[in-house]
């Protein structure tokens, strides 16, 4: 090897390391800039109080008017008083959450002005709330005849609060019902209330216990910390689905009902019972049901059915901003879709929300497991049959809110042999209860990148993990997921390889649709106890091929270096034998004698 020819290996290296650290930083940067740019508000990021949420969605329900209110609201008066008394709402919100008077004199007047002034010098002294109005009932009592005066009575005001002291600690965190008497002038054109009195309330702290589910025939219910169907145990063995050409965003858009059929007919007979399946927030229109999309989900649940699977609904997927603002937004989401499947006998739980807890780095905890609270009680009254449970990204984490659910789950993607120990700490946190494993698995992406794994390795973790959940006395384990997928969407993954590769390659069926052999795991009665892996099988990997290769040329590399060395420090050393003459020296000529005179 050339000197030259060395040198411009050690330069590819280093640009080629240069390189690396260049896409690195850029990631991350574009990470923080995507991160103010979508998904996430940038007040809630920052902190910073908005002026108005996009649209108020909350919900109002106009009672008959009371016997002799005098004259008829008609509908434009209605709508103008509506829009004022939302916003008179949305307005002390915000004033609540900015811990001052805000705006109010556009909404309030007199004494009503007067008393929300004092009380937010009140509530700045004790510390900051957040509040959300979510729903009101609203009755005509009286209506003067010259059209000016309107008296109202809220029978139905339900409100979120979260209250924290001036050090930040949270005191309360729940919901209120409350009932108001209200007395409304027309101003100039605009509605304006005058007095508005609280005259009852009910407190609900989040957390509370919600209401056991009572599941129609059919159903599966629970029976201690056990699931049944029909009086027989049910113990799910579940796989979570996407089809294998449409995963994630794709679902519903691209959604087959003959992909779905023939997918559906393949993971009973591999041996599941149950799936997992994700609704997306804005797949299904958000605060506004897309009714097209409530057709595919009957669908898709119909076929379950019919291919005897029961399925967990996991709802509000892709969703992360829990600013308060916006939870009237959620309620009128679930109100627009669940009363379709309330007696869907396929549905086995509605789960809330996939994996919260990792939502708690841009949302504040307390925030998030309110949110979560609520949305439980929402669930609970939209649907009273199935059950209720929330997808916990890890055991520990599964620990939190357990009195809001009908079932603990959670998922794991760590060593199987840690297993055991988590779910004996889960077990004694949440006594009594059903607990499910719905996520686990391990990817057989299999590079020059570190921490790959062969299908081997695969089937050995899946193994370990069926036998935890055998001999642990779980209601069941569903894994992550039927295929491995061609294209991962950034938002789920990364743009990076080794974020998006091994999230490709986590199903237990290759790309073609062929089986790995953790396939075979999930087939009643199947041999677990697979044999170990040799050691020396870890160097048989691309990655550590690499590392091999690579030492072997830095090696090579490094020899023929020492080698050059040796070689011109040789050649600079002074000589031992003196260099031999090439002539030799004449004599002296003799001496001439002096003449005699």
């Known amino acids: 090897m050339s000197k030259q020819l060395l040198k411009l290996i050690l330069w590819a290296v280093l640009l080629v390391i240069a390189t690396f650290l260049t896409v690195v930083i850029l990631q991350q940067l574009g990470g923080v800039i995507a991160y103010f740019q979508q998904g996430a508000d940038p ?10 949420p996009p649209d108020l969605h909350i919900r109002v329900e106009w009672l008959e008017p009371a016997a002799n209110s005098g004259r008829v609201l008609d509908d434009f008066n209605r709508q103008q008083v509506e829009f004022a008394y939302l916003w008179s709402w949305m307005q002390r919100n915000i004033s609540l959450l900015r811990g001052e008077a805000f705006g109010l004199e556009t909404y309030f007047a007199g004494p009503a002005l007067a008393n929300l002034k004092a009380d937010f010098e009140q509530a700045v002294e004790r510390g900051l709330v957040q ?12 209506y003067s005849a010259d059209g000016n005066v309107l008296a109202l009575r809220d029978s139905g005001a339900e409100f979120s609060q979260i209250i924290r002291d001036r050090q930040g600690k949270v005191v309360f965190s729940g919901t209120i019902e409350a009932t108001y008497q209200i007395i409304l002038l027309q101003e100039n054109g605009r509605w304006r209330i005058r007095q508005m009195i609280q005259t009852g309330a009910r407190l609900k702290e989040s957390g509370q216990p919600i209401t056991p589910a009572n599941p129609l025939e059919g159903m599966v219910r629970t029976a201690g910390d056990e699931l049944l169907l029909n009086g027989e145990l049910f113990q799910v063995a579940g796989i979570n689905y996407y089809p294998q050409a449409s995963p994630w965003e794709g679902f519903w858009s691209k959604y087959d009902p003959e992909v779905t059929a023939a997918d559906f007919e393949r993971i009973r007979a591999l041996g599941f019972n149950t799936i997992r399946i994700f609704v997306g927030f804005q797949d299904f229109g958000g605060a506004e049901i897309d009714l097209d999309r409530v057709a595919l989900l009957l669908n898709l649940l119909d076929q379950a ?19 308060p603002l916006l939870w009237p937004q959620a309620d009128r989401h679930l109100e627009g879709l669940v009363p379709y499947f309330t007696k869907h006998p396929a ?10 807890d990792l939502d708690y780095r841009a949302n504040r905890p307390e925030v998030v497991n309110a949110w979560l609270a609520q949305m439980a009680q929402r669930l609970r009254d939209l649907d009273p049959h199935h059950l209720i449970t929330i997808g916990w990204s890890s055991p520990e984490a599964a620990a939190t809110l357990p009195s809001v659910v009908d079932v603990v789950s959670f998922h794991y993607y760590r060593p199987a042999e840690q297993l055991p120990e988590l779910y004996a700490a889960l077990e ?5 209860q059903p607990r499910l494993l719905t996520e686990y698995g391990l990817p057989t992406w299999n590079s020059f990148f570190p921490n790959g794994h062969t299908e081997a390795e695969q089937a050995l973790y899946t193994a370990d993990i069926l036998k935890v959940v055998n001999q642990s006395g779980m209601a069941g384990q569903m894994v992550w997921t039927l295929y491995d997928f061609s294209n991962i969407p950034a938002t789920v993954a990364g743009r990076l390889p080794w974020q998006s590769g091994p999230q490709a390659n986590l199903g237990i069926l290759r790309r073609d ?15 677990l106890d697979l044999p170990p892996l040799p050691a020396w099988a870890r160097f048989t990997k691309p990655f550590w ?10 090696l090579v590399g490094a020899g023929w270096m020492v080698w050059r060395w040796l070689q011109r420090r040789r050649a600079k050393s002074p000589t031992q034998t003196p260099k031999p003459r090439s002539e030799k020296r004449l004599p002296r000529p003799p001496r001439r004698p002096k003449s005699k005179r």
Do not use: C
């Not at 549905?347 to 919260?356: C, M, S, T, Y």
């Open 43 to 52: 007040a809630s990021a920052l902190n910073i109080v908005p002026n108005a």
């Open 131 to 142: 509040q959300i109005n979510t729903a009101h009932r609203l009755q005509v009592m009286t």
């Open 305 to 323: 059915a019919a291919h005897d699977l029961r399925v967990i609904v996991t709802l509000f997927d892709f969703r992360t901003d829990y600013d």
């Open 347 to 356: 549905i086995l739980a509605w789960d809330i929300k996939n994996e919260p």
């Open 428 to 432: 004694a946190a949440t006594p009594g």
């Open 513 to 527: 649709g062929t089986p790995k052999p953790a396939a075979a795991l999930f087939v009643p009665g199947a041999d």
């Open 545 to 554: 091929l690499l590392v091999l290769a690579g030492a072997a040329l830095t």
